[in-house]
């Protein structure tokens, strides 16, 4: 038999143990290949596809995470393939084959699974190209979908890039390997597991690095935000590595003296999982933290997301608003010519408002400002509307409420009581019965801030104000808001001065845009990244499955059915697969209350959501692994 033959008959007979990591390979390389053919059509490079520019960009930066983590996954599954093989490989060198001649099979087995691997990942890629340009067809809302053309340097550039990478990698495999002898790969394969040792010192050190992270990011406020993520990855990782290295093996251990807890099979399983910690600890830290890294960046473009849209929502007084600095004219916009646009397009108005305000001088801290006063009916009418709480005012009193509150010289009016202000000349002092962050009627020059005032106050200060000096607050709100794009667009053209005039729908439909195109992208890396996480999982189980073989003899010698045997292994596959995802979505939730203390927003419920989705796709990954590596197990 020569080497070729030995190579092939390698690969198949453990197509099995090869499967995860073949498909994760070629997942990778299809991804790779989508995107590229993106980034290279000539539609895109062109720029005749509007909005094209940034997706590259976006698209160019999910490539190169692509590479950087298919680096280190093919290196891990490389080095744990070699290292499995070893008491092969020293029985292959004792039946006379050279190091030169086990170095060309290792090469041929590795050369043909990235080849073949390579040519998968394109065919596949080609296939679902054109379902890929339908979906970014509709998602930057092009007049006519992206056609498919075939991208020759897309293939080119695939191919010869993931050649490289696999021949760069098996290389580096080989120098791991130089200066081993026959003695050396077959002790490998028989050291005997010893009882691992653990510090508590370094255990202590891990728990208190894990802890401070988390204050950390707990606790950040969105000033320090960006130079805290450094440090709180250092601290988060760095205690992580030792959790895992010496916290579990110091866990199991306290665990082990419990007699209790070591009846029957329980014992088994148990001291398999302790005895096998140390082997275990460096590929839990990995796919803990490749869990975390998923979440997070899935979960922080998804929250974020809803906060931007909530945003929109709570700053947007109404689909179309605008305001007249004079209350004696229209100068921008005249009420009557606006309800003949939103006749022509036959828009549904859900309701409308036609605001007279008073601007009136404040002091805040020292600073002058301005602000513009309307009337409680006037506040509670399109508070109900908007599904808001309508107030009841005393005469001294006033309501504040603006998406300003917080920013700049407003910072300081959420803590006051009270508030100075002079209306046109009277001046007087108000209780402030409480502070808001939606917009009721849309932004003036004259005052960010409005405040809501009791109406008989309100009405003898109004007889002070000339018409001219008033201003004038109009809008209208759609009942299909979120799809009223033209009437929008075709009011916006009518405006005098576009300063004071307000859409919700368009800027609503391009943040929605940008975020489902974020998330598109995205969606491809972290499945990737999910995928490549399990395979991980799976490849080792299905490494030590000659051991798993033994242990099940001798535990059958000693009475144990195989329905037992059974339980034993999927409780090894349970932590394996559950421990990782504890981890990760722990680091995870900090990483959520990192971004809600920024946002200053509660997303316990949409992180939950997240959380719960990936734990589902673990569950199912985790069932399909237990299927087939009981079968083979007990075959």
């Known amino acids: 038999m020569n080497i070729r033959r030995l190579a092939r008959r390698n690969l198949t007979g453990n197509a099995q143990q090869y499967a995860a990591y073949f498909l994760s390979c070629v997942?990778?390389?299809?991804?790779?290949?989508?995107?590229?053919q993106f980034i290279l059509h000539p539609e895109?490079?062109?720029?005749?596809?509007?909005?094209?520019?940034?997706?590259?960009?976006?698209?160019?930066?999910?490539?190169?995470?692509?590479?950087?983590?298919?680096?280190?996954?093919?290196?891990?599954?490389?080095?744990?393939?070699?290292?499995?093989?070893?008491?092969?490989?020293?029985?292959?060198?004792?039946?006379?084959?050279s190091k030169r001649q086990l170095r060309k099979l290792i090469y041929l087995e590795q050369t043909i699974t990235s080849l073949l691997a390579i040519v998968f990942g394109l065919g596949i890629g080609t296939l679902f190209s054109k379902l890929f340009l339908m979906l970014m067809s509709a998602m930057l809302n092009t007049e006519a979908?992206?056609?498919?053309?075939?991208?020759?340097?897309?293939?080119?550039?695939?191919?010869?890039?993931?050649?490289?990478?696999?021949?760069?990698?098996?290389?580096l495999s080989f120098w791991k390997m130089r200066g081993q002898t026959v003695q050396d790969f077959l002790q490998d394969a028989r050291k005997p597991k010893v009882m691992p040792r653990s510090s508590m010192t370094v255990t202590v050190i891990a728990l208190l690095f894990l802890?401070?992270?988390?204050?950390?990011?707990?606790?950040?406020?969105?000033?320090?935000?960006?130079?805290?993520?450094?440090?709180?990855?250092?601290?988060?990782?760095?205690?992580?590595?030792?959790?895992?290295?010496?916290?579990?093996?110091?866990?199991?251990?306290?665990?082990?003296?419990?007699?209790?807890?070591?009846?029957?099979?329980?014992?088994?399983?148990?001291?398999?999982?302790?005895?096998?910690?140390?082997?275990?600890?460096?590929?839990?830290?990995?796919?803990?933290?490749i869990t975390a890294v998923v979440l997070t960046a899935a979960g922080t473009v998804y929250l974020a997301n809803e906060y931007m849209v909530d945003m929109v929502m709570e700053q947007t007084p109404a689909s179309v608003t605008w305001t007249e600095e004079s209350a004696a004219e229209n100068a921008i916009l005249e009420p009557e010519r606006a309800e003949e646009i939103i006749a022509e397009y036959d828009t549904d108005v859900?309701?409308?408002?036609?605001?007279?305000?008073?601007?009136?001088?404040?002091?805040?801290?020292?600073?002058?400002?301005?602000?513009?006063?309307?009337?409680?009916?006037?506040?509670?009418?399109?508070?109900?509307?908007?599904?808001?709480?309508p107030l009841e005012m005393e005469e001294d009193e006033i309501f504040v409420t603006s998406p300003m509150l917080g920013f700049g010289p407003w910072e300081e009016l959420e803590e006051m009581e009270q508030l100075d202000m002079d209306m046109n000349g009277e001046q007087t002092t108000m209780d402030i019965a409480g502070t808001a962050e939606d917009a009721i009627v849309g932004a003036t020059n004259q005052g960010q801030i409005q405040v809501v005032m009791n109406d008989v106050r309100f009405l003898h200060y109004a007889s002070q104000y000339s018409d001219e000096e008033k201003i004038r607050s109009l809008g209208y709100h759609f009942v299909d808001w979120e799809n009223e794009i033209e009437v929008s667009n075709a009011l916006d053209e009518e405006v005098g001065d576009p300063s004071l005039f307000q859409t919700m729908a368009p800027?609503?439909?391009?943040?929605?845009?940008?975020?489902?195109?974020?998330?598109?992208?995205?969606?491809?890396?972290?499945?990737?990244?999910?995928?490549?996480?399990?395979?991980?999982?799976y490849l080792k189980l299905f490494t030590e499955l000659e051991d798993t073989k033994k242990q099940l003899l001798s535990l059958n010698r000693i009475g144990i059915t195989r329905k037992e045997a059974g339980k034993i292994l999927g409780h090894k596959i349970k932590f394996l697969f559950f421990v990782p995802l504890a981890v990760g979505a722990l680091h995870a939730s900090?990483?959520?209350?990192?971004?809600?203390?920024?946002?200053?927003?509660?997303?316990?419920w949409s992180a939950i959501m997240v959380i719960s989705i990936y734990a589902i796709l673990q569950y199912l990954y985790y069932l399909i692994t237990r299927h087939f590596y009981l079968k083979a197990a007990f075959r």
């Open 211 to 289: 802890g401070f992270g988390y204050f950390i990011a707990a606790t950040a406020s969105i000033e320090l935000s960006f130079l805290l993520i450094f440090p709180i990855l250092f601290f988060v990782l760095i205690g992580s590595y030792f959790l895992f290295t010496q916290g579990t093996v110091a866990a199991y251990k306290r665990l082990y003296k419990r007699k209790s807890l070591l009846r029957g099979p329980q014992l088994v399983t148990r001291t398999n999982i302790l005895f096998r910690l140390k082997d275990y600890a460096r590929m839990l830290f990995l796919t803990s933290t």
């Open 507 to 537: 800027p609503f439909q391009a943040l929605q845009q940008a975020f489902s195109l974020t998330l598109f992208i995205g969606l491809f890396v972290s499945v990737l990244f999910f995928i490549v996480q399990g395979s991980m999982l």
């Open 44 to 97: 895109v490079m062109s720029g005749e596809i509007q909005g094209g520019d940034a997706v590259r960009s976006g698209m160019i930066s999910a490539q190169v995470i692509i590479v950087i983590f298919s680096v280190f996954f093919i290196a891990y599954s490389n080095n744990t393939f070699l290292q499995t093989r070893s008491q092969e490989f020293g029985l292959l060198t004792l039946f006379g084959m």
């Open 145 to 171: 979908p992206i056609a498919f053309e075939f991208v020759p340097m897309a293939y080119v550039i695939t191919a010869i890039g993931f050649i490289v990478l696999f021949q760069a990698l098996t290389l």
């Open 350 to 389: 859900e309701y409308t408002f036609n605001i007279e305000m008073l601007p009136a001088d404040v002091s805040i801290a020292g600073e002058e400002g301005v602000v513009a006063v309307f009337p409680e009916t006037e506040y509670n009418e399109i508070a109900t509307y908007r599904g808001l709480d």
């Open 590 to 604: 900090f990483a959520y209350a990192m971004l809600a203390s920024i946002l200053g927003v509660n997303l316990f």
């Open 27 to 36: 997942f990778a390389v299809s991804i790779f290949f989508i995107y590229t």
